[in-house]
């Protein structure tokens, strides 16, 4: 017999020629509940600059990210509580600077969880803390000495999560991939139940499954109290201990990838192969979105970019058409299908029920130079192009087609194939067909509501503007933050002094003043950066108000370091203490002394200081006289500018002005 005639004896069977055969078949029981796959805003101040954006550039950034059947839909959406320390990208303020101070309008987190709500009132929230306010640890540079006291200050934020804003905290974690400590865990999960929050599930312990999983199967209790076991990079695989405990078991931090078609397909291979390898049900990616300077450490490792403000310039990049394959077509509470996900010729695939007749099949076949993530390495491994027969059994058996989405991943934007749909797919006789080709992904689904809703082309890329003032004269903020400011160490806040005679009522305040439970090595210096890295020649001048005798302030230009790396900048800075000295250094941390001298500057008086850089010399001014010139500086060449305190101590600024090129 020839070949044709087979095939046309078998009819839809030929397509089974040559191909991977897998079995999709809800008769055999459902597998684990999928939990959701969401993003991180914080850890640290990821979302900084998105708040100012100018409308509608600012809510069409939010819908890509959250709403709906829209862009990147997200299930999940994972917050800093900030803890007034650097905690990656900057600091994040706490609603308790003080143990006396309670506020739950600082920074944006509450904000953008609300503007998320908004979008998709199912959207579950994260809190996590990746520092604490000092006095949470009386002094020592650690959490868990006293439990209740971080209990409180961590059941606060839920509750007033709710008081002050309607939101509901789903999930809380521990700290940010340092200790954890079990009693503290144990009297986190009572108190939540005492306060009536039992709902809010406990995530521990957000850095490798070992050792809190052992811990776990060790101490009963400690099991009892923890919900979820959150790896970080788990590079998709997981641990039989963490298996053995019995929890769910997520990602709850992964990607961390520069945003470009390789970080797509990073993100693309560990949203399958999460839960393939490793039985993980949830994924969440840092950041959300890259609203941060981009010379900060980990720059665009966003799922999308966000972080020119002052030109309302933004990008869709491929991470949020990547993320649309599997949230657009299924929800926390769905299952997975139980089989095997391991594509014959590489690559992988999910299936997913609603349980009420629903399927979604993600397939990706992502090659190893296309999805390598930031961490952990990638092992090599091959792909290759092949035939896949999905054979449709139970209450799929009847399905006729399914709405095929697209996507193929090139090494340029412009080159790739971005989540198409390509219509309904037929199926012969329960049987799905597919020729799969390399760095792929398809959806195919039942759910018709997927949807690829661009808005028109926002403004051009601009650089920061050239000139830039703010006198602070804000009657009713939107934040707690100036525009721009990215905070890197203390927390520098709008501040209103309503005895002042006139000049000076509204202001910007350092207002951190104790060393925080620290995430990294923070500076002892706070410092607030603003403006464009590339920046050569400066004028800065800006006024500043001392409010105590062991204090001191500096602006700054060509500072060189953020985020992570803040202890460490460089650039010039120039200071003036309360005791009548000043000091030009080529460090923040004032190691590099160019200069110094007599100033006469006191505390609780108004200062005008003026940094005047210009090619290699430097010269400065006070109350708009000469105090020092031709100081000779030769590195850094650039950098952004900065104001700031010698230490943690209370320090008012205002009439910020940059003149730079
Ligand atoms: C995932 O769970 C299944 C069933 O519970 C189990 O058979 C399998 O070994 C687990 N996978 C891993 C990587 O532990
Ligand atoms: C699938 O989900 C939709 C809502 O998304 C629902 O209306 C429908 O009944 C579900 N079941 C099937 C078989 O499509
Ligand atoms: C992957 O990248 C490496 C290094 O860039 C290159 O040598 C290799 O040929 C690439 N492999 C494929 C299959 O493209
Ligand atoms: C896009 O594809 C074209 C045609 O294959 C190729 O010449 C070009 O180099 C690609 N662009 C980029 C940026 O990779
Ligand atoms: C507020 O202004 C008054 C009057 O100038 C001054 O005495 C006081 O120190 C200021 N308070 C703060 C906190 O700046
Ligand atoms: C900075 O100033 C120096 C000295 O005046 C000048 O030579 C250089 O062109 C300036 N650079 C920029 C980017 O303005
Ligand atoms: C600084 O340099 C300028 C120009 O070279 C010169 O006129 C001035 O006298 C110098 N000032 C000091 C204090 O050396």
Redesign the pocket.
């Known amino acids: 017999m020839r070949l044709w005639s087979l095939v046309w004896l078998l009819g839809c069977r030929a397509a089974a020629w040559r191909s991977g055969n897998y079995w999709l078949d809800d008769a055999v029981g459902l597998?684990?509940q999928f939990d959701g796959i969401g993003a991180i805003s914080g850890g640290g101040a990821t979302s900084r600059l998105l708040v100012d954006y100018p409308e509608p550039y600012r809510s069409q950034i939010l819908d890509y990210l959250f709403m709906p059947n829209f862009g990147a839909s997200l299930h999940i959406l994972k917050v800093e509580i900030g803890g007034d320390a650097q905690s990656t990208d900057g600091t994040e303020p706490s609603h308790m600077h003080y143990e006396n101070d309670e506020n739950y309008f600082r920074g944006y987190e509450w904000w953008l969880m609300k503007e998320a709500k908004k979008r998709n009132p199912s959207i579950k929230l994260i809190g996590l803390p990746w520092a604490f306010p000092g006095w949470i640890g009386r002094g020592k540079n650690w959490p868990y000495d006293y439990p209740d006291v971080t209990t409180y200050y961590i059941v606060s934020w839920i509750i007033g999560a709710k008081r002050f804003h309607d939101l509901d905290i789903d999930y809380i974690g521990i700290w940010n991939e340092r200790s954890f400590n079990s009693k503290y865990i144990k009297i986190l999960r009572y108190t939540l139940d005492k306060q009536e929050l039992q709902r809010v599930r406990i995530i521990a312990s957000d850095d490798l499954w070992e050792p809190i999983s052992f811990n776990m199967l060790v101490d009963s209790e400690l099991r009892e109290a923890v919900d979820i076991i959150g790896a970080h990079y788990p590079g998709t695989?997981?641990?039989?201990t963490?298996?053995l405990t019995l929890k769910k078991l997520w990602a709850s931090e992964d990607y961390s990838t520069f945003n470009n078609e390789v970080g797509a397909g990073c993100w693309a291979r560990i949203l399958n192969q999460n839960y393939v390898?490793?039985?993980m049900t949830a994924t969440i990616a840092w950041n959300l979105v890259a609203s941060y300077y981009e010379e900060m450490p980990f720059g665009r490792c966003g799922l999308m970019t966000a972080q020119e403000p002052w030109s309302g310039h933004y990008t869709v990049n491929s991470p949020i058409w990547v993320t649309a394959h599997t949230t657009q077509f299924t929800q926390p509470g769905w299952y997975y299908l139980?089989v095997d996900g391991h594509l014959e010729k590489g690559g992988s695939f999910v299936a997913l029920t609603d349980g009420l007749g629903n399927l979604t099949i993600i397939i990706e076949t992502m090659t190893h130079n296309h999805s390598k993530c930031i961490r952990p390495p990638l092992f090599p491994y091959t792909v290759s192009p092949q035939k896949a027969v999905f054979y449709l059994k139970g209450s799929f058996s009847k399905l006729k087609s399914l709405q095929m989405w697209y996507s193929k991943l090139e090494f340029s934007t412009a080159n790739s194939t971005l989540f198409q749909s390509l219509g309904p797919k037929n199926i012969c006789e329960g049987m799905l067909t597919l020729n799969l080709g390399l760095d792929e992904i398809y959806t195919l689904t039942t759910v018709t509501t997927g949807h690829k809703s661009p808005f028109s082309e926002p403004p051009p890329s601009q650089p920061f503007p050239f000139t830039y003032k703010d006198d602070f004269n804000i009657r009713n903020p939107p934040f707690s933050e100036a525009p721009y400011f990215a905070d890197q160490t203390g927390v520098f806040e709008y501040f209103i002094n309503a005895s002042d005679p006139g000049e000076h009522v509204f202001t910007l305040r350092q207002v951190v003043t104790q060393r925080p439970i620290t995430w990294v090595i923070d500076a002892k210096n706070t410092v607030s950066t603003i403006g464009n890295y590339k920046w050569i020649n400066f004028t800065i001048t800006c006024d500043i108000y001392i409010e105590s005798n062991k204090g001191g302030a500096f602006i700054a230009g060509r500072v060189n370091k953020g985020g992570i790396y803040t202890a460490i900048a460089e650039g010039i800075f120039f200071w003036v203490f309360p005791d009548g000295t000043y000091q030009v250094t080529g460090d923040l941390a004032g190691n590099k002394i160019l200069m110094k001298g007599l100033s006469g500057v006191r505390a609780n008086r108004w200062h005008t200081l003026t940094l005047i850089l210009k090619g290699s010399s430097a010269s400065g001014m006070l109350n708009g006289y000469p105090l020092w010139e031709n100081v000779t500086t030769k590195s850094p060449e650039n950098g952004w500018a900065a104001i700031g305190t010698h230490s943690f101590e209370l320090t008012q600024f205002d009439n910020f002005h940059v003149q730079a090129s």
């Open positions: 597998g684990p695989t997981t641990v039989k963490a298996q390898n490793g039985n139980r």
